[in-house]
């Protein structure tokens, strides 16, 4: 069965630096998004992405984070300078697309990349 | 803006026992979505609910949605120890695509 697959599983950074995360959605879906959470709360999205650009991002998702699409497979978050408040498991996500009803369609998670900053 | 609530936000069982899951939500989006996530581990898509009274049933979980209520519920029969994990509701943006997640319900099913 098709997945979404992120690397790394875990980074380690220090405080300032920049990281990226990568995503590889399922092959032919359109919608793209990430979704944080930081240990022992809730999921928090991020940020929505569809036919190259947002489509959606949330308050958390500032000037220090950005998207991207480098080629047909893979889609990528970057953060600029990293704050000891970054660390939190960061999940990947797509669907389909195509139905024209977003709505309809489940939004299938990656198994997540767990950023720490240090 | 939409929120969703849920509760409990702990719930320890007996094997065999019967408990429901409710999920609250404060807008009328009306689309509601089931997680699933064991420890450490990604999101599983549980169940999708797109209309008022609309009932879906996996094995021992079943989840219906009241949107005159703004109420959705997950349902346990006969709890196993399998079904130990956070349970997470969601519900969809009124004009956009993202969803809006609860705090999650942990569950621990006790032999």
């Known amino acids: 069965e098709p997945e979404v697959t992120q690397t790394p599983s875990h980074q380690v950074t220090q405080m300032g630096q920049e990281v990226i995360l990568r995503c590889v959605p399922i092959?032919?879906?359109?919608?793209f998004y990430w979704y944080r959470q930081i240990l022992g709360q809730k999921v928090e999205f991020l940020v929505s992405?569809?036919?190259?650009?947002?489509?959606?991002k949330s308050e958390i998702f500032d000037d220090q984070f950005s998207v991207e699409r480098p080629d047909g497979s893979n889609f990528t978050l970057k953060i600029r300078s990293t704050k000891l408040e970054d660390s939190a498991m960061y999940f990947c996500?797509?669907?389909?697309?195509?139905?024209?009803?977003?709505?309809?369609?489940?939004?299938?998670f990656g198994p997540g990349t767990r950023l720490l900053v240090l | 803006e939409l929120k969703v609530e849920q509760n409990p936000l702990f719930l320890s069982m007996q094997e065999g026992k019967n408990y429901t899951i409710y999920c609250n939500y404060s807008?009328?989006?009306?689309?509601l979505y089931w997680y699933r996530q064991d420890p450490g581990k990604s999101l599983e898509s549980l169940f999708v609910?797109?209309?008022?009274?609309a009932v879906k049933q996996e094995g021992r979980l079943m989840a219906s949605l009241d949107t005159k209520a703004r109420l959705s519920t997950l349902h346990i029969t006969a709890a196993v120890h399998d079904l130990s994990a956070t349970y997470f509701c969601?519900?969809?943006?009124?004009?956009?695509?993202?969803?809006?997640f609860g705090a999650g319900t942990i569950l621990r099913v006790k032999s």
């Open positions: 996500a797509s669907s389909d697309g195509t139905s024209g009803r977003f709505w309809q369609e489940t939004q299938y």
């Open positions: 092959s032919n879906h359109l919608y």
């Open positions: 992405f569809y036919n190259n650009e947002i489509s959606e």
């Open positions: 807008t009328t989006s009306d689309r």
């Open positions: 609910l797109l209309s008022n009274g």
């Open positions: 969601a519900g969809l943006s009124e004009y956009g695509n993202k969803l809006v």
